[in-house]
């Protein structure tokens, strides 16, 4: 087998862990990597031996790092820019000559992106719409007039044209404030709002990484107006002083901000079931519920969110077009053992 490391220098990045390093070496080599490769690509990678620790090959991506540690890695081959069609399942609940409204299921990424260049929801759109998407909203996102995070199931709508694609674009930028869009969502979180039905008015900017989102103050920088209106629907093992482990709530949002419920529910202290990234305090409180609660909520897999309602005006017949999907098999598991609590 061939050195990994007997490539040209303008294949590989080497650096130094400065003084403040700390954590896994997949982590720290994705953020000093400036976005180039995903955390998930730097673990492969890592697993395949095209990384060095000290002038060691390593293959464990949760060794932790260390300041004064020199780590150098080969870097990939540049990946295809231009999505391709696969044939991978839709869950298709209208179609028309214009647009196409799906039902996303949890774990599809929906656009190609570092990391994710292949089997996203766009690869299977232009294998079922063919040539139509074509140019529509760009080349890595063709036909995508709004999203759905990786793990976060729901209706979703796609446009099949440059004028439905503008429609449906101007109807989720004004998000509802004028015309008769709609987005709603059921979530699970832990405990409950002290308030059963509530506005959260907090702005939204990037956390410390490149992914994550945080509430920020309003002067900041990078702060940018998120507004979600909740709604408690369902209690889960409620005590005689109003608390309860968990609750089922309904979200509709007023802005579209990346990871706006999962940020804003965590805010007021009931981050959602799963997430991993906003509720990570929470995790233990599993291993508090009785059985079979306990080992259903440990095994999911993701956040409980999904996107349960959207509504829109057709591009094309001025129609007002309404969509409710149920939830997914997954999460009524999980609300079917806290109901039983």
Known sequence: MNDPFNQPESARKELIAGDDAEGRIDAWLAAHLEGSLSRSRVKALIEQGAVTLNGNPTTEPKRKIHPGDRLAIVMPEPEDPEPKGE????????????????VKPPGLVVHPAAGNWT??????????????LSGIGGVKRPGIVHRLDKDTSGVMVVAKNDLSHRRLADQFADHGRTGPLERAYQAIVWGRPRSLHGTIDAP?????????????????????????????????????????IASLVECRLETGRTHQIRVHMAHIGHPLVGDVDYGAAFRTKANLLPEPARTIVNRFPRQALHAYLLQFEHP???????????????MVRVIEALRAI
Not at 119 to 132: E, K, P, Q
Not at 225 to 244: F, M, N, Q, S, W
Not at 316 to 330: A, N, Q, Y
């Open 316 to 330: 094309s017949t001025g129609e007002v077009m309404r969509f409710e999907v149920p939830l997914p098999k997954d």
């Open 204 to 244: 939204l900017g990037r956390a410390g990484d490149r992914t994550k989102r945080a509430v920020k103050r309003e002067e900041s920088d990078d702060a940018r107006e998120a507004i979600t209106h909740y709604e408690v629907l369902e209690r889960y093992g409620e005590k005689p002083d109003a608390t309860c």
């Open 87 to 102: 044939d991978i399942p839709l869950d298709v609940v209208y179609e028309d000559k214009d647009l196409i409204v799906i």
């Open 119 to 132: 089997g996203t929801l766009v690869n299977a759109l232009i294998h079922h719409c063919g040539d139509s």
